[in-house]
């Protein structure tokens, strides 16, 4: 059996079609993103693995959160976000996550993780070297290059900023401490 990996990943809004619009999202139609954003987590993710979902998985309810869920690979944990309403649902099963919560703190790899929807200013360990992973904002990718560039430790994990799928610790731990290409 191999190493057990962690991932993070937010703002998947499956089956949410604006969402292809106001985020310039590479896709035709909500059909394309939903078998996409699932190939990708299942390419990267395994079973024996452990992605904490960052708010927003899907806004269209608890039927269509169960069905997609029960299809991506690895233990999941829900970090809640402005749109996961689903989970309140009485006919949501909660036990598809592993946990359910607005806020949480992970040691990975020796590293702390601050975990929250929202991007914060400062966070627990922000003079420490711990870092703080959200959604939310649907930024892409340079987005994380400026926090690294300013020595902010501050990483949008959500899928716009990530190439559409999870990224895992040792990426974002990877990314902070590699030089800094000079232009």
Known sequence: MGKQLVYFTSDLHF?????????????????????????????????????????????KGSTLAMEILSELKGTKHLIRGNHD????????NQSLFASIQDYAEVEVYNTKFILFHYPILEWNGFFRGSFCL???????WDYNEQNRRQGILRYDVGV??????PIGAEKIISFFNSPLLQN
């Not at 959200?134 to 892409?140: E, L, M, R, V």
């Not at 716009?160 to 799928?165: E, G, H, S, V, W």
């Open 134 to 140: 959200h959604g939310h904002q649907h930024n892409h």
């Open 15 to 59: 089956h949410h079609e604006n969402i292809i619009r106001h985020t310039k999202r590479p896709f035709q139609n909500i059909e394309q993103m939903d078998q996409t954003l699932i190939k990708n987590w299942n390419q990267l993710v395994g079973f024996q693995d452990e992605v904490y979902i960052l708010g927003d998985f899907t806004m």
């Open 160 to 165: 716009d900023a990530n190439n559409m799928r």
């Open 85 to 92: 309403r689903f989970v309140d649902d009485p006919s949501f």
